[in-house]
């Protein structure tokens, strides 16, 4: 059952312009974003040679291409999971998802996988674009490989959170403002608080991708997200659940 719903969730993804307008936007904007940098790392090469041990071209170009992709992953998973289940609850086609024999748990995972599938796609396209500097270059593939493992767990928090958002009301825009604000407040911390100040760093997402983009694969960070995902899978599944039991 869950293969089926991963296959209407892509269906309906696919057939839509916007999953075509988004991955072509992203593209555009990563691409001229590494070009831009691209440029700055060549004019400051001949002074970097003067330095003992020099950041390469992972370092300074790959690395903020995927802190710049984590920011856009943020702000557009909002727009892909706000009908997942808001737009099901507004057409009433969830009565008939709830009322058939298949478990709760089963239809918000076949939703989950599905919209990671379009973010797995998304960034297999930006590792392409990392990967075409090989022509011209010697790349760290360590760090590129930290990089892609954060950013395929970030995505999956910001898609557990999106999912449950849109689980709470029949509104898909409201479900989209709601988990945007929600995201955005994950970033306010990252950016507000220092690692020094408090205990609020701890819940800032961002701030264990970080260690990724740097390439370190973190295990507390691995736990952080895996927990993040769960939690929020979970809440999503209780909230329809209770809609089943209330009928």
Request: glycine share 6%; aromatic share 12%.
């Amino acid at each position: 059952m869950i293969a089926t719903v991963i296959r209407k969730e892509l269906l309906m993804f696919f057939i839509s312009p916007l999953a075509w307008i988004l991955l072509a936007v992203i593209q555009f904007v990563l691409t001229w974003f590494l070009l831009v940098r691209l440029d700055a790392f060549l004019e400051i090469q001949p002074q970097m040679l003067q330095i003992a041990n020099p950041p390469g071209v992972t370092e300074l170009i790959v690395s903020p291409v995927f802190a710049l992709a984590a920011i856009i992953l943020l702000m557009m998973t909002p727009i892909l999971s706000m009908r997942l289940i808001a737009e099901e609850r507004r057409n009433h086609t969830l009565d008939f998802l709830i009322a058939a024999p298949v478990s709760i748990t089963a239809i918000v995972l076949g939703k989950f996988f599905a919209l990671m599938i379009f973010f797995t796609i998304t960034i297999f396209l930006i590792a392409l674009l990392s990967l075409s500097l090989l022509l011209g270059g010697i790349l760290d593939m360590g760090l590129i490989a930290s990089n892609l493992l954060g950013l395929l767990l970030l995505a999956a928090c910001f898609s557990a959170l999106g999912l449950f958002f849109s689980s709470l009301t029949t509104q898909p825009a409201i479900a989209a403002i709601a988990s945007l604000g929600a995201l955005l407040g994950f970033w306010m911390i990252d950016l507000a608080v220092s690692e020094t100040e408090g205990w609020l760093h701890y819940f800032s997402l961002l701030k264990y991708f970080r260690y990724f983009n740097q390439g370190l694969i973190d295990s507390l960070g691995i736990s952080y997200f895996m927990l993040f995902t769960i939690a929020f899978l979970t809440l999503t599944v209780r909230r329809i659940e209770g809609e089943r039991l209330h009928g």
